[in-house]
């Protein structure tokens, strides 16, 4: 018997206004070390937040430059947990902003950023539809994407990390992505002990993705002081006293072996377990990605932690799996003593983290967890600028009361958000870049001449010119300056000879024009005439390079057009293949296809295949023409088998293939027109004409009858295996007619399955045929209950709402919490009938199921889908949601925020996997 805890994270956790409130209170004086910024907070004493007493709060003021200081809209002041929630500071201007917190070298601190929207600017940002998102760095690498899109402004966001301080500050920066102005509410650094997470070093920092304590917890989050480094410990929020999960406890003392500090998981957390019910063997934990993680890329780390804190003496052993990866072989916690399980250095590429734990065969008693930490890897691949470089740079932007909104954070790194005004130096692989070039020419500068600016030893181009500098000219000991311009101001008195000298041996350009201290001196660096020599010698290189260039665009142009003009007459007839398909429909010409086309005039639609064209045939039928040119000819590995399966398959519900072509240019598929286009256009994109229930369910049994077929009546059986709402096409009666078979495979009876690489559409796609590439009729019925989902919500298969989710997850959460009336089409309003709807969602579970024998055949589909049509809907017998708001009403009470429950009334039963969706956000 398998359970299965699944639990959302996109990237990291995200938790509730409500995480705060139900903190332990402490009582006590701030921890040494610790560093919490309210940001935004306007008073200069420091506080102690009513509700986390014990961790002082002080204003962020003396950590950032610049930035706007605002409080959260007073609609939400009220139901604030904390007084570092109500304030935030945002930064309108500037690509990048930057906090710089005090450190250690060397040192590894926890560093967490908090995120309420609040609506302060009154432009309700995170509910208009529009992309809201941002950026953060830690130091001068990414970090993670702050995403508060169609986001409840009420609720937090926040971000941890997990770094080792690259000098005797750590930067938190806040990066512009054109789409919001970032802001942030608070900030954190936890000091952490050097020998703790021996896997983050200079060269790798590591993102939380999520960190849980498993058994009967009382509290949502433990944190300071049960954990003296203030790690958030999110309780798994499962039903605990629902069947068959167990969870055990113990007040003796859990032994932590001498020396082993690497994660000093509290004892507290330690003394309490989750396990099962002795008839089931497998525990499985799923993380779903989030919207911000790229499943290709995204590379996790996960720790287990476990105690045996069980009566007696019991025999207890699994293995541990990743996906289908074998992590750890039978392993038996011990006895009343701290087990944790990593792999040093073994980040996973795995974006759906999904970890099982199997009871062994010599195994007793089924698994059991403590707690569990997972974190995604942070390269920290940029290198800082030179500190020395750093410090005097500050120095000038200090001395100079330079307030450029770019000149933020890190002076070169990264590249792209590199100071204005200054060149740096990258060439040298592995080591940090210096400034080699400085411009601050028409910039504003008042007063005397810093000597800083000599001491950047990799410094070789100074640009002061055109600005009001007065005073002498500081007698530098210039080693690596080749080019000193300081033309244009207001110096006087002697020339250093240090720089004389060089001036005249030929290793300075120095540029003195335009100061006082010229009214005395003739020489060659006094004048103009080098500059404009250096104009002139620029002007007679740059207008050749400029003519010629003009002239090679000109001749591409002209070969463009010519090609385009001759591309129209081409012959491709002699393109056609001379050896035919062996099928038994017309095959066309490619100069048939561009008459029958209007010369490919109007387009109706695109996809991975290509273009789809109107066409009218001879006769007036009007047909579809789907074409595939040459460009992606030699990767057409859909087209024959879409050919072959259509040109054998006759149904009232399949797609009908009216011809070919076959050329080596140009193949194409020709189809009967549909005038209604497909399903999913009329579900997401029907403002102006929206689906009724009666006919949303005539086009679902449509189309399973389609599938019907294919399963049932054809030989051998053929499996669609891109079933999705895109792919169901509609004609001018609204008849649902299955399209697309270039993903098709046929089988014998003889055979339960095909081994084969899995296809399909994200979201659509059968988890047991990714899991186990076992291509069955079943991986149809799965994608079949996503449309059926799709058919009741009107909802995409993936979803934000606003966290990732798979569409049948967001429906078992929503009927969890309420009525099944939450998750229907709001289009529909009454229309829909009660007794109907509820058979149809059934069903859609049913399709969906993890295990494919637990799903129906399409022949159960069918017959099912039949009996729920409706009779006159007006006759029918609403049943009002109204009931449904209390319990949503209180629901919104506890949590505050997004911890939700998530459970399968079918659990009893022993050959179904049961999904427990404890937490989600982002």
């Not at 099982?356 to 890897?377: C, D, F, G, M, Q």
């Amino acid at each position: 018997m398998v359970l299965c805890f699944s639990c959302s994270a996109n990237g990291r956790l995200t938790w509730i206004l409500a995480l705060l409130l139900m903190m332990t209170r402490v009582h006590g004086q701030p921890t040494s070390g610790f560093i919490s910024l309210d940001c935004g907070y306007r008073n200069n004493t420091p506080y102690n937040d009513s509700s986390i007493e014990g961790i002082q709060y002080q204003s962020d003021a003396g950590f950032v430059e610049g930035g706007l200081t605002h409080q959260i809209s007073s609609v939400f002041m009220a139901d604030a947990a904390s007084e570092s929630e109500t304030t935030l500071r945002s930064f309108p201007d500037g690509s990048r902003n930057c906090y710089t917190l005090p450190s250690t070298p060397g040192k590894k601190f926890l560093v967490r950023a908090m995120f309420t929207y609040g609506d302060y600017d009154g432009l309700n940002r995170s509910m208009d539809g529009s992309l809201f998102l941002f950026g953060l760095h830690i130091g001068v690498n990414f970090w993670d994407t702050v995403n508060l899109t169609n986001w409840d402004p009420s609720i937090i966001v926040w971000k941890e990390v997990l770094t080792v301080a690259p000098g005797d500050s750590v930067s938190v920066c806040l990066v512009n992505f054109g789409s919001g102005t970032p802001f942030v509410s608070s900030l954190e650094l936890r000091p952490l002990l050097d020998a703790m997470y021996p896997f983050v070093n200079t060269s790798v920092s590591v993102g939380q993705f999520g960190r849980f304590r498993f058994g009967n917890v009382t509290d949502f989050i433990t944190r300071y002081p049960v954990d003296p480094y203030d790690r958030f410990w999110a309780a798994s929020s499962f039903p605990y006293n629902t069947y068959p999960w167990t969870n055990v406890d113990t007040s003796k003392q859990v032994e932590i072996l001498p020396g082993d500090d690497y994660f000093n998981v509290p004892m507290a957390i330690f003394q309490k377990a989750t396990t099962l019910d002795t008839n089931y063997s497998i525990m499985s934990l799923d993380m779903a990605k989030g919207q911000n993680l790229d499943p290709e890329s995204v590379r996790l780390l996960p720790i287990f932690h476990f105690a045996e804190i069980s009566d007696n003496n019991p025999n207890r052993s699994f293995d541990i799996y990743n996906a289908n990866d074998l992590l750890h072989r039978g392993f038996s916690p011990s006895r009343l003593q701290a087990n944790s399980l990593y792999d040093s250095g073994q980040f996973l590429y795995n974006g759906d983290a999904i970890y099982t734990l199997n009871k062994t065969r010599s195994s007793i008693l089924p698994p059991l967890i403590n707690a569990l930490e997972v974190y995604s890897l942070v390269w920290m691949e940029n290198f800082t600028t030179e500190p020395e470089d750093v410090s005097y740079m500050k120095e000038v932007k200090k001395n100079y009361n330079l307030a450029r909104t770019n000149w933020n954070g890190d002076p070169c790194s990264p590249r792209e958000y590199s100071w204005e005004g200054l060149t740096c130096d990258y060439s040298k692989r592995n080591q940090n870049p210096r400034i080699v070039a400085v411009d601050l020419s028409t910039s504003g500068l008042k007063g005397g001449l810093v000597i800083t600016f000599m001491n950047m030893a990799s410094l070789e181009n100074l640009d002061l010119s055109h600005n009001n500098l007065t005073g002498p000219i500081p007698d530098y000991q210039i080693k690596s300056l080749k080019v000193l311009d300081l033309s244009y101001n207001q110096l006087d008195g002697p020339i250093p000879n240090s720089i004389l000298q060089r001036s005249q041996a030929g290793l300075l350009d120095l540029r003195l024009e335009g100061n006082p201290v010229c009214s005395k001196v003739k020489d060659t660096y006094c004048s103009n005439n080098k500059k404009k020599t250096t104009s002139t010698m620029a002007i007679a290189v740059i207008v050749p390079v400029v003519l010629v260039s003009l002239l090679v665009v000109m001749c591409i142009l002209w070969k463009l057009c010519w090609k385009g003009k001759s591309g129209d007459s081409e012959n491709y007839a002699m393109y056609e293949e001379e050896t035919p398909l062996h099928i038994d429909i017309r095959r066309f010409t490619y100069a048939e296809l561009k008459h029958i086309t209007n010369d490919f005039h109007s387009i109706v639609g695109k996809g991975g295949f290509g273009t789809v064209y109107h066409g009218t045939m001879e006769n007036g039928d009007e047909v579809a023409v789907k074409v595939l040119m040459e460009t992606s000819i030699v990767e057409s590995t859909d087209f024959l088998p879409e050919v072959q399966t259509l040109s054998k398959v006759h149904h009232k519900n399949l797609v009908t293939l009216q011809g070919y072509c076959q050329n080596k240019k140009c193949l194409a598929l020709v189809y009967d027109f549909m005038h209604r286009g497909n399903l999913q256009q009329l579900l997401r994109e029907g403002d102006d004409y929206s689906l009724n229930w009666e006919q949303r369910l005539h086009i679902a049994l449509d189309s399973a009858q389609g599938l019907e077929y294919l399963h049932e009546s054809c030989t051998p059986s053929i499996v669609h295996r891109d079933v999705k709402t895109a792919n169901i096409l509609l004609d001018k009666n609204l008849v649902g007619i299955i399209a697309d078979f270039g993903l098709s495979r046929a089988f014998n009876d003889a055979h339960t399955h095909i081994s084969t690489v899995a296809a399909g559409t994200l979201g659509y796609l059968d988890p047991e045929y990714h899991a186990t590439f076992q291509l069955t009729i079943k991986t149809d019925v799965y994608s079949f209950g996503i449309v059926l989902l799709e058919i009741i919500t009107g909802k995409p298969p993936i979803l934000m709402d606003p966290h990732t989710y798979h569409l049948p997850n967001w429906v078992r959460q929503k009927i969890a919490k309420g009525s099944i009336q939450d998750i229907v089409d709001k289009r529909l309003l009454d229309q829909n009938d009660p007794s109907s709807l509820q058979g149809v969602v059934d069903l859609a579970m049913k399709c969906v199921e993890s295990a494919a024998i637990d799903r129906p055949s399409m022949t159960e589909v069918v017959s099912r889908l039949k009996v729920l049509l409706p009779t006159t809907l007006s006759e029918k017998q609403y049943a009002s949601a109204s009931s449904t708001k209390s319990m949503n009403d209180e629901m919104r009470r506890q949590f505050h925020l997004l911890i939700s429950g998530e459970g399968n009334d079918e659990s009893s039963s022993s050959s179904r996997m049961t999904e427990l969706i404890p937490l989600s956000g982002r």
